[in-house]
């Protein structure tokens, strides 16, 4: 079904299986109110907004949140709004219980997970990122979907090289074997696995690579220094694969 959709162009028929949700919680341990501080003219939050719109449509965006800016923005842009309760924004709390309280709220099919903190995730990746989903779930080759980032630095433990060799056997950063950060930026599953996953993707996931640029996450005063120095140069307008 979804193969004919995407062949047909019917890209906005298949997005309403889709409920995008954007998490924000009114505060965060290591950067207090992130996903308000602003990138150019926009928050983070505001900008989440902007770029999942031209995809799901307003009335597939959710927001969770405790916070009272949260709430407002979902009202201004016509979204859909969950008032989170305090104890599933408490962070020594286990993420499965959140995962699993979401469940009954969202209406549709499958959830894409689109958190404020990656900046750089346009519209079009959204497109791709959904498509490509849909397309190896149909083939059998996934149960879900995650935005990763190659990692090709020299990686070591307390016990020493993890992913490369000293000696004769040392080899070039471009020739390690491959590694893969999880960028956080999208994750798309379908709902029904929440409760058995208790994590928003499965045991087989499809890993959707994206760049340096699209793969940042805000999640230190650094990070948004790095966020606010591409949003002010031309970089980002370089395809770095």
Known sequence: MYKRYLCLGKFMTVCNEFTAIIPVKANSSRLPGKNFLKIGQLSLLERKIKQLLP?????NILISTDSEIA?????KYGLQLDIRPGYFCDESKP???FLNYLKPIIQTNYFCWAPCTSPFVSSTIFKDAIETFLLKLNENKCDSLITVSKFENFLMDKEGPVNFKTGIEHV????LPPYYIFTCGIIIAAVE???MW???????PHYFEVDEITALDIDTAMDLFYARAIENSKINDIQLI
């Open 71 to 75: 709430q407002e923005a979902a009202l």
């Open 193 to 195: 696995n929440i409760p």
């Open 198 to 204: 208790n994590y928003h993707f499965g045991p087989n």
């Open 55 to 59: 995809v799901f449509g307003a009335e």
């Open 95 to 97: 993420f499965s219980e």
């Open 172 to 175: 070039n950063s471009e020739d």
